[in-house]
């Protein structure tokens, strides 16, 4: 709150009132602002007033926390070069029964004609002939949507190439048998498995971008692995941290070129002033 000691004179015959700040006032607005001069956001961010009680650390790129200071280059958004992959637990995406919708979403952009994005199967040592998978990649520059039960894969493909560089951002949808694959804001489109069977039985863990034996793991379904960005990858809604959830990974880097939003973490001053000698 402000205080003001008021002095009256007279103007044009007129009595007016002007306001003078005390000495405790200025001596609050100037810790005001050194307070955000002061206050720590790191080698990796910069301080902003917000208001009256409240500074905010604004981290720069790749970095995190209230002082910016946690290295998080591949956060929610990362770079394959054909060689690189994340794998994540198989606990991230259960598949407990076939009467529960299963949803992966992500966004990418890419140059490539063919790749694999998404794969869950078996364990490395399974051959895939007969087994179960889910699968999302590029083939001649289309999106393949994929999926065997083990009566007969379902192939769910864009109406258009994707591999403009342009990002794009997927919804693929399972129930049972039946899928969807949406593209941006188009209109889904649908496929199903053949066969009787509705559970998807998998054991593998999760890869994204590729994988470390392309050939023997996908059982020759995918030729090469994924070049280009990833990110927001998200599983039945959970947004996956590309640092923290991965139990293995190689090669990954930052996508320079993504859209990347900045961190703003803020702060409150009050407790602060407290302790020191303003108010003494």
Known sequence: MQRFNEKRAKVNGRREVTHKRTNK?????????????????????????????????????????????????????????????IEFSADDFPHLTSEKEELIELRFKTRALNGVIFWQGQHPDTTITGEDYISIGLNDGYLVYAY?????????????????????????????????????????????????????NVEGNIFMGGLPSLDVMTGGLHSENFVGCIADMRLNGQKMDLMANPVDGKGVKPCDSWQISKKRWIKSKSKRFRSGNLYQ
């Open 25 to 85: 006032l200025i001596l609050e607005c100037g810790l005001i602002e050194a307070k955000c001069e002061a206050e720590t956001c790191g080698d990796h961010g910069d301080c902003e007033v917000v208001n009256g009680t409240h500074v905010a650390c604004v981290c720069r790129d790749y970095y995190d926390g209230p002082s910016c200071d946690q290295f998080k280059p591949i956060e929610y958004a990362a770079r394959f070069d054909g060689k690189a992959y």
């Open 148 to 200: 065997e039960l083990g009566g007969g894969a379902a192939q769910i493909t864009s109406n258009m190439r994707v591999n403009d560089n342009k990002e794009y951002r997927i919804k693929a949808i399972r129930k049972g048998r039946n899928g969807s694959l949406t593209v941006n804001n188009g209109e889904p489109i649908r496929g199903t498995s053949s066969g009787i069977l509705e559970m998807l």
